[in-house]
């Protein structure tokens, strides 16, 4: 699809460089019409600022969902990423089986956890629910912690293809149709991002940066829903939003000040680039 229109959910955090101060313009800058449906408002991202402020719009969805039913509104493509609330999980399903265009792609990033914990605010029942969500995705794109909450498997920070293989099974037991697991390395200075796409194993490995930044998931994604959207296979949509996030990591290195996102706008150009060739 040349022009493609695609819906993502997930909050504004109004300071912080994550989620739909991200996707929009990572999305957009991909040639993809990007509509946006916000589970939450917060003041800034909860990872490292304290004292921010957090609205909840679970309860604002089913008006949503009704206009837009109305209107005859529907997507080439779904994506969502952090939700405000376990109980919004459910709403999130309902927009998708009625918005999203048959045979169009579901693509569902779990930000829920990281470094082996869940992000402040969610519990055991929010996962529970993030399963059932996970469950109808056709591409899924977790981190190795968020890939354990949603198997019940024990976070180790060292493992080996045995174990990434033991949770790449089980998220395909849960029904995950393909699978896009990111930050997995298997030796020193490398990491990579494993892409189970129709029951098939790749790896692509990448340069591994001594500087790490809040949000990178969200680029990732971002740039994978992008490329996905204009026709790129999962493994070369994957391949392009690994090298993109690995140049706005390293751009972010220049910046004093700089923990709470990485750099993802002066390196957009990269981004376009490598989705137009
Ligand atoms: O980047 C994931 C994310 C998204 N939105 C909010 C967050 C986080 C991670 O901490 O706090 C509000």
């Known amino acids: 699809m040349a ?10 955090s109004c300071v912080g460089q994550c989620s739909l101060t991200v996707a929009l ?16 408002v917060l003041s800034t991202h909860t990872g490292g600022f304290t004292g921010f402020t957090f609205r909840d719009l679970t309860e604002d969805m089913p008006a ?3 206009h837009w039913k109305k209107e005859g509104i529907s997507f080439d493509a779904v994506y969502t ?9 459910s709403y999130v399903k309902e927009i998708v089986a009625t918005s999203k265009k048959e045979n169009a792609p579901f693509i569902v990033d779990p930000a829920m956890a990281d470094n082996g914990k869940l992000y402040v605010g969610f519990d055991a029942e929010f996962v529970n629910e ?17 890939a354990c909450f949603l198997t019940d498997t024990e976070y180790k920070a060292e493992y080996d293809r045995e174990y990434i293989d033991m949770i790449l099974e089980k998220l395909c037991q849960l029904g995950c149709k ?34 790490s930044c809040h949000g990178t998931g969200d680029i990732y994604a971002s740039a994978f829903v992008g490329a996905l959207s204009r026709g790129k296979s999962a493994y070369d949509a994957a391949k392009i939003a690994a090298d993109y ?5 390293k751009i972010t290195a220049n910046e004093e000040n700089h923990w709470y996102g ?14 137009n060739k």
């Open 25 to 40: 313009p990572i999305i957009s800058a991909c040639g993809v019409e990007t509509c946006v449906l916000p589970s939450a």
């Open 130 to 146: 993030m399963k059932g969500l996970c469950k109808n995705a056709d591409y899924l794109i977790p981190n190795i912690t968020e």
């Open 81 to 89: 990423g952090y939700l405000g609330s376990a109980k919004q999980i």
């Open 178 to 211: 393909n699978i896009i697991m990111t930050g997995i390395s298997y030796k020193e200075g490398t990491t990579g991002v494993v892409i189970m796409e129709n029951g098939e194993y790749k790896y692509y490995e990448h340069e591994k940066l001594s500087n």
């Open 262 to 275: 990485a750099a993802f706008e002066p390196v957009l150009s990269y981004l376009i680039n490598e989705i």
């Open 245 to 249: 996030t690995v140049e706005c990591i």
């Open 64 to 66: 949503i969902n009704n």
């Open 3 to 12: 022009y493609p229109k695609i819906l993502t959910i997930q909050d504004i």
